[in-house]
Nanobody, 128 residues
Framework: QLQLVESGGGLVQSGGSLRLSCAAS?????????IGWFRQAPGKEREGVSC????????NYADSVKGRFTISRDNAKNTVYLQMNSLKPEDTAVYYC????????????????????WGQGTQVTVSS
């Protein structure tokens, strides 16, 4: 079963940057999966932040992160990235990556558990 591992979270000041990584477990390739980044803040529902197609040719962003976050993938490294710039305190959340098959980026960003394969999450905290 595909397992995903997120890394790169941490504590950063408002206006700072972080890059999150999502890697697949050994023996699995992400080449054929649409990948999404999601986040969940305390007391709030999980929301789709950004999603990328299997080829990388199509992306989707939540309005709240457009112009600040960039999703990318390196299929040779079996890794998907989320570059987060100009971070704000309201970006504070646990960030999850997820993989889905045969989904466009809009459908991927709308996906919620138990559908798809999900990582355990990485905490991002932005201080004001």
């Amino acid at each position: 079963q595909l397992q995903l591992v997120e890394s790169g979270g941490g504590l950063v000041q408002s206006g700072g940057s972080l890059r999150l990584s999502c890697a697949a477990s050994s023996g699995f390739t992400l080449d054929y999966y649409t990948i999404g980044w999601f986040r969940q803040a305390p007391g709030k529902e999980r929301e789709g932040v950004s999603c990328i197609s299997s080829s990388g040719g199509s992306t989707n962003y939540a309005d709240s992160v457009k112009g600040r976050f960039t999703i990318s993938r390196d299929n040779a490294k079996n890794t998907v990235y989320l570059q987060m710039n100009s971070l704000k305190p309201e970006d504070t959340a646990v960030y999850y990556c997820a993989a889905g098959r045969r989904l466009n980026v809009q459908a991927m960003c709308a996906m919620r558990p138990p559908f798809g394969s999900w990582g355990q999450g990485t905490q991002v905290t932005v201080s004001s």
